[in-house]
T-cell receptor, first 113, second 112 residues
Framework: SAVISQKPSRDICQRGTSLTIQCQVDSQVTMMFWYRQQPGQSLTLIATANQGSEATYESGFVIDKFPISRPNLTFSTLTVSNMSPEDSSIYLC??????????FGQGTRLTVV | SQQGEEDPQALSIQEGENATMNCSYK?????LQWYRQNSGRGLVHLIL?????REKHSGRLRVTLDTSKKSSSLLITASRAADTASYFC????????????FGQGTRLTINP
């Protein structure tokens, strides 16, 4: 299993500013995943973060908007840059530990005003 | 695009009844997983069924997988108020690394 600490749990931000979300795992993992969940919607994968290499972004997501850091095997950050109200979502980090499925952080509920 | 489509989008039943949710997907998969999400918080993994399995049980949960129809179902028996949540299926596909593609989810409400 894996315990993931994600913070902040929620924030209200002004448009045009940036927010960095942190994700700490209690054990070493190769890959960490960042998802976005827009209001009332399902989860969409933003990017996959490997330690020591550039993150791999999914279609529709770019590094300038969602820069990701992965300095070691237990930690990652996602920054939501130059925010607009359309960025209001829940952002979740996730890891996989073996074949039993993924573990998720509690999410960051972001509201942009 | 989202691979998984779920129905119903919302389901409301009485406590003690069984709840069935369905998931369809489009491409070949390695496995299919079901998750629960309470009130927009983190997701909790419920059960995983591999592509060569047809049925799996875990407590009050029963999952079936029909790869010929590219569909799965999640049955929750003897529902409880605490089962009220959103349920998502997620298909694991291999594209370099294994990635999860989530369905749209079913919002389940258990009425006392």
């Amino acid at each position: 299993s894996a315990v993931i600490s994600q913070k902040p749990s929620r924030d209200i931000c002004q448009r045009g500013t940036s927010l960095t979300i942190q994700c700490q795992v209690d054990s070493q993992v190769t890959m960490m995943f960042w998802y976005r969940q827009q209001p009332g919607q399902s989860l969409t994968l933003i990017a996959t973060a490997n330690q020591g290499s550039e993150a791999t972004y999914e279609s529709g997501f770019v590094i300038d908007k969602f820069p990701i850091s992965r300095p070691n095997l237990t930690f990652s950050t996602l920054t939501v840059s130059n925010m607009s109200p359309e960025d209001s979502s829940i952002y979740l980090c996730s890891v996989e530990k073996g074949p039993g499925g993924a573990f998720f952080g509690q999410g960051t509920r972001l509201t942009v005003v | 695009s989202q691979q998984g489509e779920e129905d119903p989008q919302a389901l409301s039943i009485q406590e003690g009844e069984n709840a069935t949710m369905n998931c369809s997907y489009k491409t070949s998969i390695n496995n299919l997983q079901w998750y629960r999400q309470n009130s927009g918080r983190g997701l909790v993994h419920l059960i995983l069924i591999r592509s060569n399995e047809r049925e799996k049980h875990s407590g009050r949960l029963r999952v079936t997988l029909d790869t010929s129809k590219k569909s799965s179902s999640l049955l929750i028996t003897a529902s409880r108020a605490a089962d009220t949540a959103s349920y998502f299926c997620a298909t694991a596909v291999i594209q370099g690394a294994q990635k999860l593609v989530f369905g749209q989810g079913t919002r389940l409400t258990i009425n006392p």
